[in-house]
């Protein structure tokens, strides 16, 4: 049970196990996206009906047809990463060993629905994955397994997400051989060191830089590759890609230097590496200032 990309590789690596059987694959229905509003299928339906597998595409799982189907299925165990829908108790009772989450953190941090763009705006240096017996709580269930990795310095949030994504399929795989082992121990979650997420949105966009680099640098790679840092140069509105922690002091938000470009913050400085001014495509920060950035400008 999944939708987006994040999804993918859990399924194919679980596909691709000789003693496990997809039996079917719950997904979100298409939705229209782009300009023109084209019927689009998740992630996880193309990926599915490459393998072979049936695809469900419920509304809602709350509904007794959803209910019906899913356990037509008989299945054994239900794999769940963002699927994007709330499983009621009876869904989540009707697989003999339950239903077993893929989650974008080290659980019980950054529960909700942004681990991973959240770890990175937060300056986390270690973040992971976790499989977790889900309950009818947010990312409350007993954990299973944890994986943890490194973030690096100039990693965006996009970066991560795809390197979480294969290690939660490398840990789904993982913790259902354990299981099958009887060799899990399930651990009940620390409430006192749970913290939770909120969806990201473009509210979040504007840099200020009355906050130190550092702060600045997480915020780009956090929104990279969506929503995107924004700010204001030359009079333009531009979008800013990728930053760098670079050497340098100055009043927050004096351009320091364009050849690199760099702008002072409350507490050090930031180069920009990759920018795209509105209504234009990305382009290096380098190739803005030559088009942008008067000549005299130090």
Not at 10 to 15: E, F, M, S
Not at 173 to 189: A, C, S, Y
Not at 282 to 287: D, G, L, P, T
Request: charged fraction near 25%; proline fraction near 7%.
């Amino acid at each position: 049970m999944g939708t987006p990309d994040f999804a993918v590789p859990a399924l194919k690596k679980l596909a691709a196990c000789d003693n496990h059987t997809v039996v079917a694959v719950f997904t979100q229905p298409d939705k229209p996206q782009g300009r023109k509003m084209t019927l689009t299928p998740p992630d996880v339906k193309v990926c599915a009906q490459e393998l072979g597998i049936p695809v469900c595409q419920p509304a809602s799982m709350k509904t007794e047809e959803a209910l019906a189907l899913f356990k037509s299925y008989e299945p054994d165990v239900a794999v769940v990463a963002a699927y994007g829908q709330i499983l009621p108790k009876a869904v989540l009772d009707a697989p003999k060993y339950g239903c077993v989450n893929i989650h974008g953190s080290l659980l019980p941090k950054y529960r909700g629905a942004a681990p991973i763009q959240q770890a990175v705006l937060d300056g986390e240096p270690v973040t992971g994955v976790t499989t977790m017996l889900m309950d009818v709580g947010l990312d409350t269930g007993d954990i299973l397994l944890k994986q943890e990795t490194a973030i690096g310095e100039n990693e965006t949030s996009g970066e991560l997400f795809d390197r979480l994504a294969e290690l939660g399929g490398d840990l789904i795989v993982e913790t259902l051989r354990r299981m099958e082992q009887g060799d899990l121990v399930p651990q009940k979650q620390d409430e006192a060191l749970a913290t939770h997420t909120k969806k990201i949105d473009k509210s979040l966009c504007p840099i200020d830089f009355n906050k130190t680099a550092q702060e600045v640098h997480n915020q780009v790679r956090g929104l990279s590759p969506w929503p995107v840092a924004t700010t204001e140069l030359a009079g333009k509105k531009i979008k800013v890609h990728a930053t760098r922690l670079y050497s340098g002091s100055g009043k927050p938000g004096e351009l320091l230097s364009v050849k690199p470009l760099v702008i002072a913050c409350a507490e050090g400085a930031v180069e920009f590496v990759e920018v795209q001014p509105e209504g234009k495509k990305r382009m290096s920060a380098e190739a803005f200032a030559a088009g942008y950035l008067r000549k005299e400008t130090p």
